[in-house]
């Protein structure tokens, strides 16, 4: 069981179809949530709190049906959304504790872990002012303390550094990053910059028109990558190619004596040093690179729209 | 998490059951209404009446305070439904006060600040999220209706020298069932109106029109088409017809005393109805981060 099944999800918005086919199974600790504008990344996550019920086909939320069993499922959700929502005329613990105590707690653990969760987010200064005198930044930060505060199993993070100046969104960042480390609560970070979900997330959800254009393991993406090469040589480069070929290695041509390969398990740089050696050939350039997020997610919105892929590298 | 080690740690304690959320809500919703220092300032005004009526009563019972201080009197006081049918129509006019500064800093201050997405996130549905702030309303008119005409009613039967409860019962059942039909007719109304209006005095001012302009239309049908259903759209007439039948009370404008009992009822239950409505189509829209 993941922690967010989708099952041929499709949920229409008056004759729109937002989301069109979802299939798949996030199971990661941060799982990344992208795409462009309209791509239906909100809607993904109002269904999955049970705000819009499928036309067709399931979501479920640790193996609760996301509509059928919203309330028991909203009780495991932290949620954070997008845009400013809080109520204002409320200091930031009173209303640290309402959020607390609506999500189940009795009155006397919210105020313990409202106070705690307003420390921890960096608010505990600034928690008996009233919510409409915080900053943009502490908006942000007051979001995510109610969303920890009741302790949810799922932080759904809708995007977190939204608006904020570069500190604050390091601060934010650093946050979400512990949050993971200590491991009882999973992510769904939805956001437009791809940094963001390189540094937190361990799994992309990349959407498309409605449709799910990538879901790829980051980590075991980066992974494959480490065999991937790019050379810049000097002398006989077609011979050369021709020979590391002859180690078993896959690999491309460029003008300018550029060369990429895919170097198996078995074989060592040192060998394409030996090999250079012995054809005259200078290796001026070794670069092993790291396919980033940006690739991955540039590549989905290549791909055919709508057409589901897991990304291949 | 912990304030002094600043870190995460998740919650294991016990958890409340779900219709604690509704309770949640309107304790909230109680504490924000009762905030306010108007709030407070108009249920001592509530105070005056019930204190100038229980005075009433200890006149009315007592014959040497009757003899001093009504000596001149050409009647004597009265304690019977007409009395308790007073004192509630007073005390519901001071209930659309407190409702109309009341219902919008239930609704306004969630909907200033877009704090549904945040609210409606938690295990609470649309219908627990009104039904939890129409509790907060309907306690807080509840002080200054049916409570102190039944706090009287006591007073009335303890003071009273002959066995006078049971002949009189039908007056406390007939007080409490007008009181409690107008201020939840009270409560639904101010919270629709809230929810629809963006600036709390504004909604203060619409929830008083909403009172007063269909009975100024109605009287103006009334003498135009020359019929009685016209007061229909008069509520303080209409619910004064209901207050006076419940409590039986005698009816004092016989112009439009024929207006039938199911008639006053079903335009209450419709103008119910269509607050209900206004409220599912301004929180629905509102329920969800639009993206």
């Known amino acids: 069981m993941g922690v967010i099944d989708l099952d041929r999800l499709e949920v229409r918005l008056g004759a729109r179809t937002v989301l069109d086919g979802l299939t798949g199974e996030l199971q990661g600790n941060a799982i990344g949530l992208l795409g462009p504008n309209g791509a239906g990344k909100s809607t993904l996550i109002n269904t999955l709190l049970g705000f819009h019920p499928p036309s067709k086909g399931t979501a479920r939320v640790f193996g609760l049906d996301a509509h059928r069993d919203r309330a028991r499922i909203r009780g495991a959700i932290g949620y954070m959304p997008e845009n400013d929502s809080f109520i204002g005329n409320m200091t930031g613990v009173h209303f640290v504790r309402y959020m607390a105590e609506l999500a189940g707690l009795p009155p006397g653990p919210a105020l313990e872990r409202a106070h705690e969760a307003l420390f921890y987010v960096g608010l ?142 078995n074989i060592e740089v040192r060998d394409l040093y030996v090999i250079a050696s012995e054809q005259g050939v200078q290796i001026r350039r070794m670069n092993q690179r790291r396919d980033s997020l940006e690739d991955i997610f540039l590549r989905a919105m290549d791909n055919e729209p709508g057409r589901p892929a897991h990304v291949s590298l | 998490m912990s304030v002094y080690k600043n870190t995460y740690r998740a919650y294991t304690g016990p958890v409340t059951p779900l219709w604690m959320r509704i309770y949640v809500l309107a304790r909230y919703g109680f504490a924000e209404a009762w905030s306010s220092k108007i709030t407070v300032a108009l249920f001592t005004l509530s105070l005056l009446p019930f204190a100038v009526f229980l005075i009433g009563i200890y006149l009315a019972n007592n014959p040497l305070a009757q003899m001093v201080i009504l000596k001149n009197a050409s009647r004597g006081l ?44 938690h295990p609470i549905s649309r219908v627990g999220y009104v039904f939890g702030k129409f509790m907060a309303m309907f306690v807080s008119l509840s002080m200054v209706t049916w409570v102190p005409c039944l706090l009287l009613f006591v007073y009335q039967c303890y003071s009273s020298a002959q066995p006078w409860a049971a002949a009189h019962l039908s007056i406390a059942v007939g007080v409490f069932i007008g009181a409690v039909i107008w201020i939840a007719f009270l409560s639904i109304l101010g919270l629709a109106l809230s929810s629809w209006v963006k600036w709390r005095v504004v909604a203060t001012g619409a929830i008083f029109a909403a009172i007063f302009v269909p009975a100024g239309v109605g009287a103006i049908v009334s003498a135009v088409l020359r019929t009685q259903w016209g007061f229909l ?44 409505a206004m409220l599912n189509a301004r929180i629905r829209a509102r329920e969800v981060v639009r993206g």
């Open chain 2, 233 to 276: 759209l008069n509520l303080p007439v209409t619910m004064s017809i209901l207050w006076q039948r419940l409590l039986g009370a005698p009816e004092f404008m016989r112009s439009v005393a024929s207006l039938p009992t199911p008639a006053i009822v079903t335009v209450l239950v419709l103008a119910c109805l269509l607050c209900v």
């Open chain 2, 78 to 121: 009265n304690v019977d439904a007409a009395y308790f049918l007073n004192m509630l129509e007073i005390q519901s006019w001071i209930a659309l006060a407190i409702t109309a500064w009341v219902a919008p800093r239930l609704i306004g201050f969630d909907l200033a600040d877009n704090a549904l997405p945040i609210l409606l996130s």
């Open chain 1, 124 to 265: 505990g200064e600034v928690r008996y002012r009233k919510v409409n005198s915080y900053s943009l930044g502490m908006k942000q930060l007051i979001k995510l303390a109610q969303a920890l505060a009741h302790g949810p199993k799922l932080l759904i993070l809708d995007e977190p550094t939204n608006g904020l100046d570069p500190m604050a969104r390091q601060r934010m960042i650093q946050l979400v990053k512990e949050i993971r480390k200590e491991g009882s609560v999973k992510l769904l970070i939805s956001s437009h910059l791809l940094r963001d979900i390189d540094e937190t997330c361990d799994e992309v959800l990349i959407l498309k028109n409605g449709r799910i254009a990538a879901l790829c393991n980051i980590e075991a993406e980066r992974r494959s990558n480490r065999s991937f090469m790019e050379l810049e040589t000097v002398g006989a480069t077609e011979k050369f190619s021709v020979s590391i070929r002859g180690l078993g290695c896959e690999c491309a041509c460029f003008p300018g004596g550029r060369i990429k390969l895919v170097i198996p398990d």
